[in-house]
């Protein structure tokens, strides 16, 4: 089901393919973090992380809960996307379940996954969605994902992470705020303590550290921060 067309990115199909195209071919990338918010401030670092993503490879994709689950999933950590074609404007997106938990409740609330949708009509309709909504807590919940995430890993698999760098902020802190999560990925640091004492506040901070994990606790590269900061902090980096 498509929920959030005409509201975080265009229902008309020529005004979408001005935001995804053009997308080039380039070197390929194991694993990227890329932010979540109207997509015609951050269609361009999509695109540029597209054009690391071959078609027909597999796209596992981690989406994190904004919210609490609802009262019938308390004490679940992960929930599948049923294994479905979706249809858009610009084409099919074949989507795989991982076996988990029905996400179709979370896909209502949670915008992030349609964000993706037209770029993997467009780019890479061959390649396989594998969604995966998360509420992870801990650290014991990032070892947990982190170790299934590693049996997915078959060397024809992109790791995808929606996450914007700051919770909402006032206007003046959140540039500085970004920075300061920006630059701890790129020196390879951990997130998790930093998160929970509440020093940071990613949406997916335990969802970036299981990628690093499974990337070997390695070092992320800017590929560059959004048009435009709208109460969050938003940039898109990659792995290898």
């Given at each position: ?124 309709p ?56 920006v ?23 335990p ?21 435009k ?11 290898d």
């Amino acid at each position: 089901m498509i929920y959030h067309s005409g509201i975080f990115y265009p229902e008309d199909k020529e005004e979408l393919l001005a935001l995804v195209s053009p997308i080039g071919n380039e070197e390929r990338h194991k694993a990227f973090i890329l932010p979540h918010m109207r997509l015609e401030y951050i269609a361009a670092l999509y695109r540029t992380a597209f054009a690391s993503i071959p078609d027909g490879t597999m796209i596992v994709l981690l989406l994190p809960l904004h919210r609490e689950v609802l009262e019938k999933d308390k004490g679940k950590k992960l929930f599948s996307s049923k294994t479905r074609k979706e249809e858009t404007a610009l084409g099919s997106v074949n989507i795989l379940s991982l076996g988990f938990d029905d996400a179709g409740p979370y896909e209502e609330e949670e915008y992030s996954l349609e964000l993706f949708y037209p770029f993997i009509a467009f780019h890479n309709p061959s390649s396989t969605l594998c969604p995966l909504f998360t509420r992870l807590e801990n650290s014991e919940d990032v070892k947990m994902l982190a170790k299934y995430l590693f049996t997915l890993d078959d060397g024809n698999t992109i790791f995808i992470t929606s996450s914007n760098m700051t919770d909402k902020l006032p206007e003046d802190a959140v540039s500085p705020e970004r920075d300061k999560v920006v630059h701890m990925l790129e020196n390879g640091e951990h997130l998790m303590d930093e998160w929970r004492k509440g020093h940071i506040r990613g949406c997916g901070i335990p969802l970036i550290e299981s990628i690093s994990r499974i990337c070997g606790n390695g070092k992320w590269k800017l590929i560059g921060i959004s048009e435009k900061e709208t109460k969050a902090g938003h940039a898109a980096l990659y792995i290898d």
